[in-house]
């Protein structure tokens, strides 16, 4: 592990944070070289705020990176993140210690190829800003619920065939985008949020009980005409 490539970087702040921008700093240097990206420094992808590195930027256009294909178990150290970007990446799945970085409130891993969530993703509790658009997500794990204060959840361009029940529990979120899946229904709990925008189009939702149906129509009356029912 490169740690020697981040010592300049960090010699004016390590004395006021011991350790920890140390641990932190390792820790994307482990991300950064599992990846082979080997050549890319600590600074040019963090934010450092109060002596942590508090922002990730992986994403493939923004960073000065090569594609991302893992995220190893050190990512889960970063517990003062509260944002990280892996956008169009080649993720095809998140470690277990990404319930590790509990004050993280906006994980955006749109355009990548992830085709299942961990249930520790349940631990994220302050998380705010989830954008999974653009995978291979066929399911979401029962904890997703967990997630009360989510108030911005994409999932547009996915395989969804049907939602947790337990996404009832998510009770902060305002804005869910579903267009593009395989839906062909929706849980009960769901007529219990209170929705500012629900995108449904493009999905299977042909046969819906009259209370769900009704509950739809007074969200948007377009919603019947965008379903591919055969």
Not at 14 to 32: F, H, K, M, N, P
Not at 168 to 180: A, I, P
């Amino acid at each position: 592990m490169k740690v020697t490539a981040v010592i300049p970087f960090l010699f004016a702040v390590v004395t006021a944070s011991g350790q920890d921008l140390w641990e932190d700093a390792a820790a994307v240097r482990a991300i950064l070289d599992s990846n082979g990206i080997e050549n890319t420094l600590v600074e040019s992808v963090a934010r450092i705020e109060g002596g942590r590195i508090v922002s990730l930027d992986l994403g493939a256009k923004e960073a000065a990176t090569a594609m991302i294909r893992r995220l190893p178990p050190q990512t889960g150290r970063l517990t003062a993140l509260t944002a990280l970007n892996a956008r169009g990446n080649n993720l095809t799945e998140l470690p277990a210690s990404i319930g590790g970085l509990a004050q993280l409130r906006e994980l955006d891993l749109a355009d990548n190829e992830i085709d299942s969530l961990p249930a520790a993703i349940g631990n994220l509790v302050k998380l705010e800003k989830l954008d999974l658009r653009n995978n291979n997500l066929a399911h979401l794990p029962d904890r997703i619920g967990e997630l009360r204060s989510l108030a911005y959840l994409h999932l547009r361009g996915n395989r969804l065939t049907a939602l947790p029940e337990t996404i009832g529990g998510c009770v902060s979120l305002r804005e869910l985008f579903l267009k593009n899946n395989r839906l062909t229904g929706l849980p009960p709990s769901m007529m219990k949020m209170q929705f500012k925008y629900l995108e449904l189009m493009d999905n299977e939702l042909c046969s819906l009980p009259p209370d769900m149906d009704r509950w739809l129509w007074a969200i948007d009356e377009k919603y019947r005409q965008l379903q591919r029912c055969r």
